[in-house]
């Protein structure tokens, strides 16, 4: 049998208060059978399904003594499963001291330390002592939260699962401090200037040490680890800007006598001395040193043949500094992913199936390559990645407010119960009263002998006559026999708890020979009583309302467990789709009524709602199953890219020069160097079209109608005579994995 445990939500309000199972059970009447009797049984089958208990128990207090409870059968079931502290409503006053007369007169004393709710963990995570901890004691304080706090609430099946949620959600990551990260930076006080002549000073110490790891160790050759070691030595000085700059112009300092070679300033010439220039980077080993040659060659010539190409040059670097820029960046990123290229000049339609869940591009175009886009641009870059976790954040919230349209809220829902309890008893309380016609009573004899036969209804006596008891009705075997409207009401609630069981006990065929016993005896009872099957048909439609924020309720518990709301929370698609998949089933299980039937339930409107739900969440998860592609071009340095295809096209190189290893790397490098602010701008102007399809449309709608010229700038080719020292220098620079 499944654990019990208490629904968060019931914890929560004025007058709880926490105590043991056993502390609230010595305050109230003693529990002679706790495993028998209708109410014990229906708690069971409710636990069985794997509901929590909705309702706390509840004690009223007058002058320090218990006069009233509720909940005995609760407090057992919990105790049994485990749990160490249940919350109790009060109505009236615990004395400061905690001690109270039970209401059997004994003394019970309460542990006072405990009776008010726990500081939640975030508000404890937060508190300046818990931040001055060490990660040790931070670790000891987690453990001793959940030992002290949300172990006692939880029963002991569902223990580990808890402690496992709980340490994973609250796990402390620790980050160094400014003082520890000030004394092991070398840099610390060093001057702009001072930073810059070092950068420069490295470019030139690199190229002999580069000679020197070209060199057997033997003859004055580096050692294994040694240019490694460099590397780490230099990398505090390489993090500061003015560091890289001046790292830049040493560079470009060593390759001066680039510009005596013949033919350096061409594309071939530059990609030459670059490679030879890159060649002479320090490396750990031949492939290493390959790729600097690579590396310094293509940079080297790039940059040559980008001074071939001013224009493109220029609109390189000035469109990631311009919102138009920054938005054509983005909207080409979607282009170059997508599937079909005129995506976004198609019109776009069902942006919202459930109001306020805005659905993201991928989900409003199917398209397979913005999918693929949608998880790179998360994986690339945090803030992206926080952008669409607020969109989820805020979707799951609608999606629960479309549930919660259905569910009604609890004083609705008490509302109607009291209203439809108070004409049926009075309705039924009347129909009881009214004898049966003879002529009708022998119209049904005959199906009234063949019914006593069958043996459910002679167990039905037995559980008949307790019903009425739990009701405070007197109902005995001898009026049970005289076949009285009442005494058969009783026989039908007992059929009604035999078809329970048999379905907890997944017995479907005894389950329907019973339903078939009780359509016959409900038969009889409205040919014997017209006035007890209207008081039915009024009950029935009484419950409408009910039973439809029954299934509200029920969805809300299935798709938005309560553990979810200490952590991050999302419908899954099948998880969904298991819940809805049966609309009757849900139904049943929803309601507790073996015949309900959700289309008879729920209005069109309510239907509308859950088709629209299952379309939103389907939805959100094929767009990420077409994501699943493996090598999906990666969506970072979207300015630095930008910049590598506005240079390649005039060229005339091949489009996959975008997005090959060197044209990355050289993004790294743009964006590291300069433009790290813009990267930031337009990544997240990328997340606003990917989770925004309307502002994606607007935008590239603007850029159609939007003739952009960009000025011309008269530049002195004359000074391509001191471009070779600068492309090879580049070259030399972006080879030595600065």
């Not at 209401?103 to 995570?125: C, S």
């Not at 060490?134 to 001793?144: C, G, L, N, W, Y």
């Not at 459930?354 to 803030?383: C, F, H, K, N």
């Amino acid at each position: 049998m499944a654990d019990a445990r208490m629904d968060p939500q019931a914890t929560k309000g004025d007058g709880i208060v926490w105590m043991t199972p056993q502390q609230y059970l010595d305050l109230t009447p003693d529990l002679k059978k706790p495993e028998q009797g209708g109410q014990a049984e229906s708690l069971r089958e409710s636990i069985a399904r794997g509901e929590p208990i909705s309702t706390p128990p509840s004690l009223t207090v007058k002058g320090g003594k218990v006069t009233e409870q509720d909940g005995r059968h609760r407090a057992y079931q919990l105790q049994q499963s485990g749990v160490g502290l249940i919350p109790v409503r009060v109505e009236g006053e615990i004395p400061k001291d905690g001690k109270l007369t039970s209401m059997m007169g004994g003394p019970v004393q309460l542990d006072t330390a405990r009776l008010a709710a726990p500081k939640p963990w975030k508000d404890v995570a937060r508190s300046p002592e818990y931040r001055k901890l060490s990660p040790e004691q931070r670790d000891a304080a987690r453990q001793q939260y959940f030992d002290q706090v949300v172990a006692p609430r939880v029963g002991k099946g569902d223990r580990d699962l808890a402690r496992e949620q709980f340490m994973g959600q609250t796990e402390f990551r620790r980050v160094p401090t400014e003082a520890e990260m000030r004394e092991a930076d070398p840099t610390n006080g060093m001057s702009t200037l001072d930073l810059a002549r070092a950068g420069a000073g490295k470019a030139m110490s690199d190229l002999g040490t580069g000679v020197r790891s070209m060199l057997p160790a033997a003859l004055g050759g580096t050692k294994p680890g040694e240019v490694d070691q460099m590397r780490r030595e230099d990398a505090p000085l390489m993090a500061t800007t003015a560091g890289r700059l001046g790292n830049v112009g040493g560079s470009i300092a060593t390759a001066l006598p680039a510009a005596l070679i013949p033919g350096a300033n061409t594309v071939a010439g530059a990609g030459a001395a670059g490679a030879v220039y890159g060649a002479l980077q320090p490396a750990e080993s031949l492939g290493e040193r390959t790729g600097n040659a690579l590396e310094g060659g293509l940079t080297a010539g790039g940059i040559t043949a980008g001074a071939r190409a001013l224009p493109s040059v220029y609109r390189a670097l000035v469109d990631p500094f311009r919102q138009v820029g920054q938005d054509k960046i983005a909207l080409d990123t979607i282009g170059r992913f997508a599937k079909d290229p005129n995506v976004l000049s198609k019109p776009m339609t069902d942006l919202e199936l459930v109001p306020g869940s805005r659905r993201s591009l991928a989900e409003v175009t199917g398209d397979p390559g913005i999918a693929q886009l949608q998880r790179a641009a998360q994986a690339a870059s945090p803030e992206t990645a926080n952008v669409f976790a607020d969109v989820r954040t805020q979707r799951l919230q609608a999606r629960k407010d479309a549930v919660a349209t259905i569910a009604g809220t609890e004083g609705e829902k008490q509302f109607f119960e009291a209203a439809r309890d108070a004409t049926a008893q009075r309705l039924y309380g009347e129909a009881f009263k009214v004898k049966p016609d003879p002529a009708n009573v022998a119209k049904v004899a005959p199906q009234i002998k063949e019914l006593l036969q069958r043996p459910s209804i002679q167990a039905a006596r037995d559980d008949a006559l307790k019903i009425a008891a739990e009701e405070g009705v007197k109902l005995t075997p001898k009026k049970l026999a005289d076949g009285s409207i009442e005494s058969l009401h009783y026989m039908k609630k007992a059929l009604d708890s035999q078809i329970s069981r048999a379905k907890v006990a997944g017995d479907s065929a005894q389950a329907a020979r019973l339903l078939d016993t009780q359509k016959k005896l409900l038969g009889v009872m409205d040919t014997l009583s017209p006035d007890y099957k209207a008081a039915r048909a009024v009950y029935a439609a009484d419950s409408k309302p009910i039973n439809r924020m029954e299934i509200g309720e029920y969805l809300s518990k299935k798709l938005f467990p309560a553990l979810n709301d200490y952590g991050t929370e999302r419908i899954r698609a099948a998880d969904f789709a298991k819940v809805i998949q049966d609309g009757d089933k849900l139904a049943r299980s929803a309601t507790g009524h073996p015949g309900a039937k959700l289309a008879d339930i729920l209005t069109s409107d309510q239907m509308k709602t859950i088709d629209a739900l299952a379309h939103d969440v389907g939805g959100e998860a094929a767009a990420v199953e077409r994501a699943k592609v493996p090598g999906s071009p990666t969506a970072q340095y979207l300015s630095g890219k930008n910049a590598m295809r506005e240079i390649a096209g005039p060229l005339g190189m091949p489009k996959s020069f975008a997005e090959s290893v060197v044209a990355n790397t050289l993004a790294n490098r743009w964006v590291s160097l300069a433009a790290k602010p813009v990267e930031e701008r337009i990544q997240a102007r990328l997340a606003q079209f990917l989770t925004d399809p309307q502002t994606a449309a607007a935008a590239a709608a603007r850029r159609a109608q939007m003739a952009q010229t960009l000025p011309m700038s008269a530049l002195n080719f004359g000074g391509q005579r001191v471009l070779p020292p600068v492309a090879v220098g580049s070259g030399a620079y972006a080879a030595n994995g600065q």
